[in-house]
């Protein structure tokens, strides 16, 4: 018999063993797996596999970074209505760029502070006017630590402007 190294495990291998498959990996290196992967690309790829899959997708502490910068419309819908939409509460990283992105995902304004895990936020092509109400209710994000926020158009009130950065409690990083 001989052993062979994966992962970190040490699986005994003779010649009479079954080969073993992905789905027989334990859950703590799936979920290494999914770190490295984009969630509309995790979802896609395990989410019709099995039902354990379905359940470490969506019943698990697992953080979501979600980047909506390049991305069509019917896709961006797609994945708004099965993946954003249910897992407000475990999005870590939010990247927006599009202007229909922005209005669906933060519309009505208040739905942000169901972001609760939000620790990065970088919002690209946004009207001065609409930041200052998105503002308000970032202050309610209690993990926010970066904040990159680029305008299409002049802001008016600056000072008002960074008034509101500076109330948002933990925040590390702004641009």
Not at 61 to 68: G, R
Not at 100 to 111: A, E, G, H, K, L
């Amino acid at each position: 018999m001989r052993s062979v190294l994966v992962c970190d495990y040490k699986i005994n291998i003779s010649s009479k063993t079954s080969c073993t498959h992905f789905e027989d990996i334990p859950n703590e290196i799936i979920y290494d797996i999914f770190e490295f992967l984009d969630v509309y690309h995790m979802y896609t790829a395990f989410f019709n596999l099995n039902i354990r899959f379905q359940n470490l997708l969506t019943d698990s502490n697992l953080s979501i970074k979600i980047n909506l910068s390049l991305m069509s419309r019917s896709t961006f819908e797609h994945q708004y209505k099965h993946i954003i939409r249910l897992n407000k509460h475990r999005i870590s990283s939010l990247r927006l760029s599009n202007l229909f992105t922005i209005d669906m995902i933060f519309s009505p304004i208040r739905i942000v502070s169901k972001f609760i895990r939000l620790k990065t936020l970088h919002i690209n092509n946004i009207q001065s006017k609409y930041v200052e109400k998105l503002l308000k209710y970032l202050a309610c994000l209690s993990y926010l630590s970066s904040l990159i926020i680029i305008v299409v158009d002049c802001v008016e009130n600056k000072n008002k402007l960074y008034r509101r950065i500076f109330r948002l409690p933990v925040l590390k990083y702004c641009k």
